[in-house]
């Protein structure tokens, strides 16, 4: 399941970057895009304290996010503030890994995929 996440996001990330856009206009995914920076800042930290042993996996995703996306400006601002806010909430929350953590992990693996796979059928070429 992580492997196909992975793989959507990576696709989604090669689909939506365009060549040419207004400095810091915004796009109709980047409500989107900012959801899923959340939930890959949260899974960095949930996936973490759970032993995944994925070290900066999920930090990497979202450079490739950002790198495809070449967002600038405010854009890119609020992406990584995405990432972390996802992160800090849990940090804040979970010192180590618990039921409600694994939980968690489960729901936004599924979460992000179904945002990847919505952005990618809608937006990809």
């Avoid at 207004?22 to 996936?47: K, M, N, S, T, V």
């Avoid at 973490?48 to 999920?58: H, P, V």
């Avoid at 490739?64 to 854009?75: F, K, N, Q, V, W």
């Avoid at 992990?105 to 937006?123: F, V």
Wanted: aromatic share 8%.
């Amino acid at each position: 399941m992580i492997r196909a996440f992975l793989a959507v996001v990576i696709l989604m990330s090669a689909c939506l970057a365009t060549p040419v856009r207004a400095q810091d206009a915004a796009a109709p995914f980047d409500g989107d895009l900012q959801r899923l920076a959340e939930i890959l800042g949260a899974l960095h930290y949930l996936r973490g304290i759970c032993g995944s042993n994925e070290g900066a996996k999920w930090r990497n995703e979202m450079q490739a996010l950002i790198d495809a996306e070449t967002p600038s400006g405010d854009r890119r601002a609020r992406m990584v503030a995405g990432f972390n806010r996802g992160y800090n909430g849990f940090q804040q929350t979970y010192r180590t890994c618990t039921p409600a953590a694994s939980v968690a992990i489960r729901r936004y693996i599924e979460e992000g995929s179904k945002i990847s796979r919505d952005l990618t059928a809608r937006y990809a070429n």
